[in-house]
């Protein structure tokens, strides 16, 4: 679809620096050869809405016969979204799913009271060299929703509003942004939207979300009067309207937010939950490993090993 003309960000690119709430500077982890670089949760945001996680992968290239192999670990009190710029991913987990995972797809598991996954690069994709560079992201759900059953959606990038013009193209993955929606199933307000930008070009922050934040993936944008490169995540007030425009080299972008929720949440692992109660449940559930009886199983099709229980 075309670029909404009454989109087109006229508002200011603004020219004070408190138009900007924080800067979130990623730390960087290597796991073995390939880089990951955490914004959220960050010492002065855990959460941007209801993202209380966010993971850059890469970009990283593996050699022949080589990749990544997540084994299965648990989560409750959360969704998943796992969204690839290049390579693929083979996800499967306690509910049946096998999905590869594809540049451009939306893949949201909810967790709610407990589900088990993995992620790995197998079979034909460790049969040549493959190039790995996405975001992985936890959404924390509200607290009604945080015994729900667990849940997987899939939607492939033909099925995502994609919006173009002007020198941007934005898909949106979760939630409602620039007049669209996304088709999978969010549990709480957000927007989530993968953003290209040629040089010079901007684009405005989406207005009908309380919290919003920006991370820039490739090339530089200009906001509130500062030039801001690759591996930053800023954190916009509420209701200042606003664009970014991207530098000589263009831009990508990841732009997040949505509501808060009602209140900070606890992290431990893989687990997220409104009362240390609730983690400390799935700890001792995990820890039991009765994949058979107890609240969690591995994923069929690869349950021959899993992720063991940190030992902190």
């Excluded at 190039?131 to 992985?136: A, K, L, N, V």
């Excluded at 549990?187 to 009908?208: H, K, R, V, W």
């Excluded at 606003?242 to 929720?261: F, H, K």
């Excluded at 939950?273 to 559930?285: L, P």
Aim: with cysteine; net charge negative.
């Amino acid at each position: 679809m075309s670029w909404n003309p009454a989109l087109d960000p006229h508002c200011p690119t603004g020219d004070s620096i408190d138009s900007i709430e924080t800067v979130i500077v990623p730390r960087a982890r290597d796991l073995g050869g390939f880089e990951v670089r955490r914004a959220l949760p960050a010492p002065r945001r855990q959460m941007v809405g209801p993202f209380i996680f966010f993971d850059q992968m890469g970009p990283a290239e593996f050699v022949t016969g080589q990749g990544i192999d997540v084994r299965p670990h648990p989560h409750i009190g959360l969704a998943t979204v796992t969204y690839l710029y290049k390579g693929r991913l083979h996800h499967r987990d306690s509910l049946g799913t096998d999905q590869w995972i594809m540049p451009g797809a939306a893949n949201w598991m909810i967790a709610g009271n407990g589900v088990t996954h993995s992620e790995r690069t197998d079979g034909e994709a460790r049969r040549q060299p493959i190039e790995m560079f996405g975001i992985q992201t936890w959404v924390a759900l509200p607290e009604e929703r945080e015994d729900d059953p667990a849940a997987f959606e899939h939607a492939g990038s033909e099925t995502l509003p994609f919006i173009e013009g002007e020198g941007k193209q934005v898909r949106l993955i979760l939630g409602d942004a620039y007049g669209e929606s996304a088709p999978v199933s969010t549990t709480s307000e957000m927007f989530y939207a993968d953003a290209i930008l040629q040089p010079g070009a901007a684009i405005p922050l989406p207005d009908n979300h309380e919290d919003r934040g920006v991370h820039v993936v490739e090339g530089s944008v200009t906001v509130a009067g500062q030039t801001f490169e690759a591996g930053r995540m800023m954190v916009f007030r509420p209701g200042d309207q606003l664009s970014l425009r991207a530098g000589d080299q263009g831009a990508r972008l990841m732009l997040l937010g949505g509501a808060t929720l009602n209140g900070p949440r606890h992290i431990w692992w893989n687990f997220v939950a409104s009362s240390k109660d609730r983690i400390d449940a799935a700890k001792e559930a995990w820890r039991a490993g009765d994949w058979a009886h107890g609240r969690f199983r591995l994923p069929p099709g690869d349950d021959q090993e899993f992720t063991p229980l940190p030992e902190r």
